[in-house]
Structures are given as structure tokens and as C-alpha cells.
């Protein structure tokens, strides 16, 4: 099994990065691993790359509650960037809230694949993972 | 007159006619007299010749037998020529007096002297013949002047004859001239007059009857008018009544009657008709307004209840005038108009008004109507107390966008957008509901006058025409924003333990995953070294929630205040933070002269001033020597504080939601906790202030505090 997919993580929560690259790592789903502790810097991040597929990640893992640039407020950006990313990025929203509020907003997002809650298991990230291979 | 007029014309006339009588029959009596006169003048010159004739006849016959015969003949002659010239002689002297006539007759008497004298001795001897040659010799010499004297005498007595008729004739003239002018004069004196009366007699007639005409036009209006009066009256109700004074008679119109419910037949009077009105305000106004009248001369016009006489309480105008004559009441008189109907219907709608007024005017609840283009064309008192806009401001002026918040207006107008799949947006995102029929109840903000704002729970209706067409709108907007404010409280509470809580919680779980995953020593170390990050970080923020949640507990009796100097707290918080400050060469200025000091908590103070300061410190920006100024004023009797610094400046059209809340940190530095702005924010709203904020990106913040 190949696993060299590309995995972004967006999150200002320093111990969630860690446990998220841990788990990736120990669990070999993927060695390519981008982190950005807020939307800001991986909006700024895609839009200098939209054309460059490579560098591009397979899946955003994507939180809500982050300073500078949340988590719909990149999704706002990203959604007018989205025609011009040279790459189909998938996205999963995840977040310690279980605000039915957020669901909702997500829902307006045809981008986001998905609404995960905080913790995730190794379970989940696993089949999350999986999935991509299909 | 006019026969006075006629009696000296004819007077007149008849003396004209006698006048002239007079002088013809004068004339006629002096003509006669004249031709007697040149008559016998001229019998004289005859005799003259006859017996100049008969003389030289004699001489012939001389010695004849006849010759006697003749001088008697001659005789005979002679007398008559005597008595001719005496009557002659006595006529000029009597009657005409002619200075000329009489000069001839003295020329004339010498030679008729001669022949009467040599005559004379003739006759006593007649056969002398010296006598008779004598009396031959004086004929012959005397005849011819006399004859010649004797036709000048004529001929004068002609030419006076003549200029006698001439006089006549010109008399004649002069009375036919007199007359025909007098009967001119007449014509134009007398007549005239009469002919100008008729003339104007004329005139006056056609004035007459054009002035007939009018009338009859004029009175056939009336009728008309009348008629129409009538039907109108009958229709509206309105009946007339009269008071006459003087022949004591009251007069009461068909209508009045009707509206009175009496028969047709019914006589009224004073006393009567006042009876008719309802007992109490209407009959003692009634009756007051009727005495002012008959003494002050005033007209009135009341709305009053009359009973009628099958018992119906009924509403009615009445409107009344006195006439004065000699400063006496004489007469009243007036209209009695049916308005039952209306008036009712008056009077419910002033009660439906007042009730509405009542619950449009109550203080929390802002009712504001709309023309279909959003103008706003009602503004109640409940709108003018929540937004501190008086209505004259906004009616006819202004949408009602002006004072809600335009982020809201257009991220409503972009959900709407996406549920109709067209461009919804300024007044469209209010109305596009209550357009589609649907019910529009939502959570707004509004934003009052002064900046501040509040929350309304806002419906909209639509105002419908006959037809179904939107003629306005409707918007009632109910004050939520103690609701909210404890709904937002609540909804923080619920973020806090729902995100600050659950994400160390979940951090927790991974970890312990993680640690049963990790193999080796080092990696569980590791990982149990994170567990150790994320407890701190639990404790820390329960600690936080723990401190609001104690502020919020308290009410505000509860915390102590007493007067705090603006100037000594914040030295004593420099002297504290005076190492951060230092290192970052901060500069912090102030100028409390417009107050310098409040009623305040100690500790809260403290904390809102040296938060402030740190924040600012925090989020300098790195180009900039950190300038923090502090400055109080006073604004609609409240103490305000305001902290600008010149930091890098928040984006808060992205960030004003979560400025004030637990946890939320705006930029990318390691000591951001997104705390204390969240206890400051508590401990002020704890003593019923307000803190908001005023900030460019890259510029600087303004925090205002509103005690």
C-alpha cells in the first residue's frame, strides 16, 4: 500500500498537531504531514500553490475555533479560490465543538466532506484515510 | 307741473295771437287811414286841376251866358278844396306828424292861399274882370307848383304807408320768427324733458325687465339650490330651526323633525327643544351655549346627545346664531344636523386609536411603517426610545437601514440570496419574505443613534390594498437585548464548556491513545509531557471560567465600590508592569482633567486598566515605540475611559463577534490566551457598563470604557 498522500492540518491547538502527526506516523498512513496554526497562513499557503499540484495536500483536516482566520472564514476564501486550485482537496472539518450550530454552517460548505468531532481516534483517522484510496 | 306747463304755453300762445291781432288790426286801421289820406291828397291834386280847368275854361267862356254856371261850379270846387285841405292839414297834424309833409304844406299853403284869396274876390265879383284876370294869373302861376308840392305830399304819405307795411311786414315776420321759436323753445323746454323721461322710461324698463329676468334666473337657481339643499339634507341629515323673539314662534324644518323622531305636525318650543337633549352635558352645555348667545352674541356649534321621542339617544350637530336688533336678541337660528352614525364611528375609532396609540407608544415595543420602497413614513414613541431618533429625523427620509448593522443586512441578504437563487440585497433582504407571503420573525440588531446598540426580535407584515397590492409595511420590533444578553451569556457558558473545555478534554483522550500506542520509553516520556501542557491549560481555564462565572454571580450591590483616583491607579499598575513596559521603551500618557475620579470597584479597576495596558504591550507592533494614552470624559452624565495605543489594531469587521469572549486570540502570538479581555468585559458589564472598541489594522485600538 502506497501511502503517500498529502495531509494538511489547520489547527492553533499545539497538542492536537502533535497527537495528529504522531498518530499518522505510528500508524503509516502517510510520511507527508503540512501543519498551520491558523486559516490565514494555509489560505496563503494554497493560493500560492493553486496551480502547483504537488505541493497541494489530498485532505484538510480543518478546525473551527483558530485566531486570525477561522475556520469558515477560510472556508469563505478557499470557496472563491476553488475554481482556480489545480487539485481536488478534500476537506473535513473537525472541531471540539459540539455546537449544532457549526454542523449546520458547515453544511453550507459543499466543499467540506465532512464534520468530525475532537478527540478522534486512531479509528476514525484510519478509515478517514482509507477512504481516499477508493 | 306738467299742467302748470301746459296752462302758461297756452297763455302764452294767446298772447302772441293778441299781439298780433292788435298790431294788424292797427295796421290795417292805419292803412285805411293812409289810403283815406292819399286819397283825398290826391282829390286835392284833382280839384287843383279842375279848377285850373274849369278857370281856363271860364276865360273862354267869359263872355258866355255860362260863364256865371262855372263859377259857381268853380265855387263848389273850391269849397271842397278848402275843406280837403283843412281835413288834410288836421290829419298830418294829428296823425302822422311828418316833418316833411308839414314843410311841404307850409310851401303849399302859400300857394293855395293865393288861389283861394284871388278866388275869393273873384266870387264877390264875379264879372270884374280884373278880378278874374288876377284869379286866371294866379292859377296859372300857382297851379303847377301846387300840383308838384301837392304829389310830393302824396307820394310822402305813400312812401309812409308803405314803410308802414313794410314795418308790418316785418312785425309779421319777426312774429312768425318770435313764434316758431317760442314753439321751438317750447318743444325743447317743455317737450324735451318729457321725450328724456320717456327715454329713460325706456331704458328703465329694459332694465326692469332684464332686472325680472335675473330674478327669475335667479330665483330658479335658488330653487334649484333649494332642491338640492333639500335632497342633500334629507340625505345628510341636516335640519334647520328657528327662534323668533318677537312673534314668539318656534320653527322646526322637516328634518329636524325627523331627526327628533316627532310627527310632521309637532310644534315646538323653546323649553321643548332643549328638553329633547340628553340630561347632564348636553342639555346644561345646550342650555349655557343658548343663554351666552342671547347675551353675548355668540354663535355656537356643539356635537351633543338628544333623546328623541321614540327613545333613541342619538348624536347630533347643532350649530346656532343669534340676530341682534338694537342690541337685543331678536331671533336664533341655526342647523340641526343628524351625525349619530359618524359620530360613533368616531368614537369607537378613537377608542381602537387610543388603544392602538397605547400599545405603539408603550416604550419597548418600536413600531415603524414603511412605503413599499422601504421610506419610512411612521415612527412611534417605542421607536424613538429604543433608537434615540425622533421621528421628524427619519419620517420621510430615511430606510430603515440606517440603523441596522450593515454586516447583518448583507450576510442575511446572502443566506436569502442562496435560498432564492437571485440577488437579494439592502431593503429586499427585510421584505422578501413577508413578499413571498411567508412569515418574517427574526433576530436583529438595531443601532441607535448615539453608536450603541440593542437586539429586537423583528416581524415584518405587509399592508394589502383592496386588490391584494402591498401598499406598506409594517415593521414591529420587540427589545430582546436583555434576553440576548443573557442568551449570549448563556451561549458563551455553552462555547466555553463546549469548546474550552472539551478541546483539553479531547486532547486528553489523544493523548491517552497515543500513549497506548507509542512503543517505546521515550515516546510514552514524551507524551506524558503533554499531558502535563494540556492540564495546565484545563486548570487554567477553569480558573477563568470559575473567576467569571463569580463576577456574574454577583449582583451589583454586592461589590464593593468606594471613589478611586484615575492618576493613582494607574501609576501603582506602571509601577507593576513598569518591567514590561520598560523593555519595550512603552510611553503611557493620560489626561483625567475632565474627571479624575469614580465610584468604583478596586480590583475590577485594576484589572480593566492593567489588562488593557498588557494587550496593548502584547500587540504592539514591532515599527512602532508603544504609545498607550488614557483620557477620561464625560458623555450624557456617564464617566468614560478611553485606552488608545498604537498597536497593530484589530480587524474587526472580521473579529467584533468574538472580541470580548473567552479563549479567542486574533493574532499569531505565544502569550495570547484570550482571557483577559473576557474577565474585563465581565467585571464591567457586572456594574452595568459597557466596553467597545474602535480599531485599524496596523494603526491602533481605542477601548471605551462606559461606567
Known amino acids: 500500500m502506497l501511502q503517500n498522500q498529502s495531509i494538511c492540518i489547520i489547527d492553533d491547538d499545539e497538542v492536537y498537531k502533535f497527537f495528529m502527526q504522531r498518530i499518522l506516523k505510528i500508524k503509516k498512513l502517510t510520511e507527508n504531514i503540512i501543519t498551520f496554526p491558523d486559516g490565514e497562513e494555509a489560505y496563503n499557503f494554497i493560493n500560492e500553490n493553486k496551480q502547483n499540484p504537488e505541493k497541494l495536500p489530498d485532505l484538510i483536516f480543518l478546525d473551527i475555533n483558530m485566531p486570525i482566520m477561522n475556520g469558515f472564514q477560510f472556508m469563505e476564501e478557499y470557496t472563491k479560490l476553488a475554481p482556480q486550485i489545480a487539485k481536488k482537496i478534500i476537506i473535513y472539518m473537525v472541531t471540539s465543538s459540539i455546537d449544532p450550530v457549526d454542523l449546520e454552517r458547515s453544511k453550507n460548505f459543499k466543499e467540506i466532506s465532512d464534520f468530525v468531532t475532537k478527540p478522534i481516534t486512531a479509528e476514525v483517522l484510519q478509515k478517514i484515510v482509507d477512504s481516499l484510496k477508493v | ?707
Open chain 2, 1 to 707: 307741473m306738467v299742467k302748470n306747463k301746459y296752462k302758461v304755453l297756452v297763455i302764452f300762445f294767446i298772447l302772441i295771437i293778441i299781439c298780433n291781432q292788435v298790431l294788424i288790426n292797427n295796421a290795417i286801421s292805419q292803412q285805411g287811414n293812409d289810403v283815406e289820406t292819399i286819397n283825398i291828397a290826391g282829390k286835392q291834386r284833382m280839384y287843383s286841376q279842375q279848377i285850373t280847368k274849369i278857370a281856363f275854361y271860364s276865360n273862354k267862356i267869359r263872355n258866355t251866358s255860362s260863364y256865371i254856371e262855372n263859377i259857381e261850379a268853380l265855387k263848389k270846387i273850391m269849397h271842397r278844396f278848402k275843406k280837403a285841405d283843412t281835413y288834410l292839414k288836421q290829419k298830418n297834424k294829428t296823425t302822422y306828424n311828418n316833418e316833411s309833409i308839414n314843410i311841404l304844406f307850409e310851401k303849399n299853403i302859400l300857394y293855395f292861399n293865393e288861389i283861394i284869396n284871388s278866388f275869393n274876390n273873384l266870387a264877390e265879383n264875379p264879372e270884374n274882370e280884373v278880378f278874374f284876370n288876377r284869379f286866371i294869373a294866379t292859377v296859372k302861376k300857382n297851379e303847377a307848383p301846387f300840383l308838384t308840392t301837392m304829389d310830393a305830399i302824396v307820394n310822402e304819405y305813400q312812401k309812409i304807408s308803405e314803410d308802414r307795411l313794410n314795418f308790418l311786414k316785418k312785425m309779421e315776420y319777426f312774429f312768425i320768427t318770435f313764434t316758431s321759436f317760442s314753439l321751438l323753445g317750447i318743444v325743447f323746454f317743455m317737450f324735451l324733458p318729457i321725450f328724456r323721461k320717456n327715454k329713460e322710461l325706456t331704458s328703465l324698463n329694459s332694465n326692469l325687465e332684464r332686472f325680472k329676468q335675473t330674478i327669475k334666473q335667479k330665483e330658479e337657481a335658488t330653487k334649484r339650490v333649494e332642491e338640492i339643499l333639500d335632497r342633500t339634507n334629507s340625505v345628510a341629515r341636516i335640519g334647520t330651526w328657528e327662534v323668533d323673539f318677537i312673534n314668539q314662534k318656534v320653527l322646526w324644518s322637516k328634518v329636524t323633525k325627523e331627526i327628533h323622531d316627532t310627527d310632521i305636525t309637532f310644534i315646538p318650543s323653546i323649553a321643548t327643544g332643549i328638553d329633547f337633549y340628553k340630561e347632564g352635558y348636553s342639555r346644561d352645555k345646550i342650555t349655557t351655549v343658548i343663554e351666552n348667545s342671547i347675551t353675548n352674541n355668540t354663535s355656537w356649534d356643539e356635537e351633543l346627545q338628544i333623546v328623541t321621542t321614540k327613545g333613541k339617544t342619538i348624536w347630533v350637530r347643532a350649530i346656532g346664531k343669534p340676530e341682534f336688533k338694537d342690541d337685543k336678541c331678536v331671533r336664533l337660528y341655526g342647523t340641526f344636523q343628524d351625525i349619530n352614525t359618524v359620530k360613533i364611528a368616531q368614537i369607537e375609532l378613537n377608542k381602537v386609536n387610543e388603544e392602538l396609540n397605547a400599545i405603539f407608544d408603550s416604550g419597548t415595543i418600536s413600531i415603524i411603517r414603511t412605503d413599499i420602497n422601504g421610506l419610512i413614513t411612521y415612527f412611534n414613541e417605542g421607536a424613538e426610545l429604543l433608537l434615540g431618533y425622533k421621528s421628524k429625523e427619519l419620517i420621510n427620509k430615511e430606510t430603515p437601514i440606517i440603523f441596522h448593522d450593515k454586516e447583518e443586512v448583507l450576510e442575511r441578504g446572502e443566506e436569502l440570496s442562496k435560498e432564492f437563487k437571485e440577488e437579494i440585497k439592502g431593503f429586499d433582504v427585510f421584505t422578501k419574505l413577508t413578499k413571498e407571503n411567508r412569515k418574517e420573525s427574526s433576530k436583529w440588531k438595531y443601532i441607535r443613534k448615539n453608536g450603541t446598540f440593542l437586539y429586537v426580535q423583528l416581524s415584518i407584515n405587509a399592508v394589502k390594498d383592496s386588490f391584494g397590492t402591498i401598499i406598506a409595511f409594517i415593521w414591529v420590533g420587540t427589545d430582546i437585548t436583555e434576553v440576548t444578553e443573557q442568551n449570549n451569556q448563556l451561549a458563551n457558558f455553552a462555547q466555553i464548556a463546549s469548546h474550552n473545555l472539551r478541546a483539553p478534554i479531547s486532547n486528553l483522550n489523544s493523548l491517552l491513545d497515543l500513549y497506548d500506542i507509542s512503543e517505546t520509553q521515550e515516546e510514552k516520556d514524551f507524551t506524558f509531557d503533554k499531558f502535563r501542557t494540556v492540564i495546565d491549560h484545563l486548570s487554567e481555564t477553569l480558573h477563568t471560567l470559575i473567576e467569571a462565572i463569580k463576577i456574574r454571580a454577583k449582583t451589583e450591590s454586592e461589590i464593593e465600590v468606594k471613589p478611586l483616583y484615575f492618576k493613582e491607579m494607574l501609576q501603582k499598575i506602571d509601577e507593576s508592569l513598569s518591567k514590561d513596559i520598560s523593555k519595550l521603551n512603552g510611553i503611557i500618557t493620560s489626561d483625567f482633567s475632565a474627571i479624575d475620579t469614580i465610584n468604583y470597584n478596586e480590583p475590577y479597576l485594576e484589572n480593566i486598566i492593567s489588562n488593557l495596558i498588557s494587550n496593548s504591550l502584547r500587540y504592539s507592533s514591532p515599527e512602532r515605540t508603544p504609545k498607550i494614552e488614557f483620557k477620561t470624559t464625560l458623555k450624557e452624565g456617564k464617566v468614560q475611559l478611553l485606552v488608545t495605543d498604537n498597536g497593530l489594531g484589530i480587524d474587526l469587521k472580521k473579529h467584533a463577534h468574538r472580541l470580548f469572549g473567552l479563549n479567542q486570540v486574533f493574532h499569531r502570538h505565544k502569550d495570547s490566551q484570550g482571557v483577559g479581555l473576557y474577565i474585563i468585559k465581565n467585571q464591567i458589564e457586572s456594574l452595568k457598563g459597557t466596553i467597545s472598541c474602535i480599531s485599524e489594522v496596523d494603526k491602533g485600538t481605542t477601548f471605551v470604557i462606559t461606567f
